[in-house]
Every structure is written in structure tokens, then in C-alpha cells.
């Protein structure tokens, strides 16, 4: 079989996949070797008093095109990997890594195939579905004063929104070990990061010894969808204001993540309100 040029090597076949990953998760190791940082590995179950951001979503969703075993089985990695997670302290000057914190999640350990993104499709793989818990995680983060030290991004257009359309839904992009998310706790008391399940929801919460004196916000600006060939994407910018508690005033406006997300669901589900006018002729998803 002749090599296409135009791919990546991980691109050839799916044994070319799996060797490219492969040689990134011996990569990620070596630099972990290497690395002078201090990753958070204590837990408590007794939780700290004061709570800095929480936030929950549900754990399956549901629409044409949406296979619901996959989701099923997301809920089930999900929770293993938030028991994992539940009650990890974070210390002043220590790192978060989700990877370092869940290892890798294998059938042994009970994880199931849930949705993963390979390239530009949705397939089934093992641990499938823990992008969602690492976006709670990145939400939680962006509503406190912790550091995002590592994050990577992919479609933030996997299923259509219902209701009013929140920043950051989804977004965040995990893969052992090579592609992971990480925070560094920069304050000077020690951060608590709770997670855990309950009736098809996920629930988040980030908790301090004490209160900081400012508040965060998402805020959305330019929201539209947009053709480009024969494919659709989710175009928008995304700012964090942090706000001081005592006046009300906008201290800072920075922005967090410039959006351009492949749409990856039937694009006959697109408002068409929402549709940029790039070319007239190409305003209606097909």
C-alpha cells in the first residue's frame, strides 16, 4: 500500500494510530521524569469550608444520531474516574494532572467504550467520554484564581445546545497520557477539587480554606455557526472577567479561547438564525 503524502503517519491505518500514541505516551513519561513540578496526590473526605465554584451537567444526552449505549458507558467511566478523583487536595505550589491522578483506564479497572474523537470522526474506544469530566474540571477552574498550565481543545459543537447556550459546555480534550489538563494552585491556602455522580448527573465543586475576594464570568461574544467547504463549524470568542466582590467592578477581561469547532452532528439541527452569511447560496445546512 502506498503512503498519501498529505497524511500524518497516524492517519495511514489504525495501527499506525495506535503506534503514534504509543510513542507520545513514552514521551509524556519522559517528561514527567524530567519535570521539577509537584503533583497533588493527598486526599481528604472532610471537605474545605469555602466554596469557589461548582457546577453539574447530566452525564447522558440524548438526540438523533447519539448512540445511547456510548452514553451508558460514559456514565460508567465517569463515575469510576470521579471516584478517583473525589477529595484531591491541592496544595499551594502543586499541580493538578488528571492523568497522573486516574492512570490509564483499561477494561480491568472497568471501563467501558464511550465516544471518543479520533481525527475528525466520533468512535467507540475505551474510557470514552471523559472529555466531559475534564471540561467540569477546566469550568470550575476558569471560576477560581488557579493557573491552567495545560489544556488542549476539540469540538465544541458535539451535540446541539438545548435551551441557552452556555460557554464552555464542552471543549476540553483528554488522551492518556500524551494530551492531558492540568492547573497549578498559585494561591497561599490549600484547593480542594470534589467530584461525583447521582442520578445521571455529574456534579463539581472547587472549595478553599477561606474566601478570595473576586468572582468569575464566561462571557460569550460573536457566537455564530460558519461553512467553510462542505463542512460546518461553531465560530465565537470566549472571555474570563474576574470581578472584585466588594464593588461589582470588572478588574480584568481576558480572553480564554478563541472558538472554531467542527460541527459534528446532523447539520440539519443548526438554527439557521445562527448561520453567518458567508455565501447566500450556502445559508442552509444540507
Not at 469550608?49 to 467511566?77: F, H, M, T, W, Y
Not at 497549578?184 to 467530584?195: G, H
Not at 439541527?269 to 445559508?283: A, G, R, T, V
Amino acid at each position: 500500500m502506498l503512503w498519501n503524502k498529505d497524511k500524518l503517519f497516524c492517519e495511514i491505518n489504525p495501527t499506525c494510530y495506535k503506534i503514534s500514541l504509543q510513542k507520545e505516551t513514552i514521551k509524556r513519561h519522559i517528561k514527567n521524569l524530567l519535570s521539577d513540578e509537584k503533583i497533588a496526590k493527598n486526599k481528604q473526605e472532610e471537605k474545605l469550608d469555602n466554596v469557589i465554584s461548582s457546577r453539574n451537567c447530566n452525564l447522558i444526552k440524548k438526540g438523533k444520531g447519539i448512540d445511547p449505549r456510548l452514553q451508558e458507558n460514559k456514565a460508567v467511566n465517569i463515575t469510576l474516574a470521579s471516584n478517583k478523583i473525589n477529595g484531591i487536595i491541592i496544595h499551594p505550589g502543586e499541580v493538578f494532572s488528571f492523568w497522573k491522578t486516574l492512570g490509564n483506564t483499561t477494561k480491568r479497572k472497568g471501563y467501558k467504550e464511550g465516544r471518543v474523537i479520533r481525527g475528525d470522526k466520533l468512535e467507540p474506544g475505551v474510557g470514552g467520554g471523559l472529555c466531559n469530566l475534564a471540561n467540569t474540571i477546566h469550568w470550575l477552574v476558569l471560576h477560581s484564581p488557579l493557573d491552567v498550565t495545560e489544556f488542549h481543545s476539540h469540538s465544541d459543537a458535539l451535540a446541539p445546545d438545548h435551551g441557552k447556550r452556555e460557554p464552555f459546555s464542552s471543549g476540553t480534550s483528554v488522551c492518556y497520557n500524551s494530551i492531558d489538563y492540568r492547573f497549578k494552585n498559585n494561591t497561599d491556602q490549600d484547593i480542594q477539587l470534589l467530584l461525583w455522580c447521582d442520578d445521571e448527573k455529574l456534579y463539581g465543586e472547587l472549595r478553599s480554606e477561606k474566601e478570595f475576594p473576586w468572582t468569575y464570568e464566561l462571557v460569550e461574544e460573536n457566537h455564530c455557526f460558519q461553512k467553510e467547504g462542505e463542512k460546518y463549524y461553531r465560530s465565537s470568542k470566549i472571555y474570563r472577567e474576574v470581578i472584585d466582590k466588594s464593588t461589582n467592578d470588572i478588574l480584568e477581561k481576558k480572553l480564554v479561547w478563541d472558538n472554531h469547532s467542527e460541527v459534528m452532528y446532523d447539520y440539519s439541527l443548526i438554527p439557521k438564525e445562527q448561520i453567518k452569511d458567508n455565501n447566500l447560496d450556502e445559508k442552509t445546512p444540507a
